[in-house]
């Protein structure tokens, strides 16, 4: 019932832009905090960035070159990607989490739902 579609990766080269979109379905945006997060191979899951009550939060290693907006419309949440790195080559995953008391929308086990993910690649 509750689908995240991640779409938009593929590959650039770096110092490139890309824009992934998140389309969610079977949920309310406002009774969730989105999110973005990311592995690369070898590493762990890390948070990229989320959206919560209108504030949007970045991880220091993309903040200043990633944003998030989110079409109400569409029911879809964006990841702009600028000035993209080789580090930032990963599978991109968008999520959902329901408002808890405790939560911290850094944490990955924090999140409900997750989309399938999409993959960026940077590389020249």
């Known amino acids: 019932q509750v689908q995240l579609v991640e779409s938009g990766g593929g590959l650039v080269q770096p110092g490139g832009s890309l824009r992934l979109s998140c389309a969610a379905s079977?949920?309310?945006?406002?009774?969730?905090?989105m999110g973005w997060f990311r592995q690369a191979p070898g590493k762990e899951r890390e948070f990229v960035g989320a959206i919560t009550w209108s504030y949007t939060h970045f991880a220091d290693s993309v903040k200043g070159r990633f944003t998030i907006s989110k079409d109400n419309t569409k029911n879809t949440v964006y990841l702009q990607m600028n000035s993209l790195k080789a580090e930032d080559t990963a599978v991109y995953y968008c999520?959902?989490?329901?408002?808890?008391?405790?939560?911290?929308?850094?944490?990955?086990?924090?999140?409900?739902?997750w989309g399938q993910g999409t993959q960026v690649t940077v590389s020249s």
């Open positions: 999520a959902a989490a329901r408002n808890r008391v405790d939560f911290q929308y850094s944490r990955w086990s924090d999140y409900t739902y």
């Open positions: 079977g949920l309310t945006f406002s009774n969730y905090c």
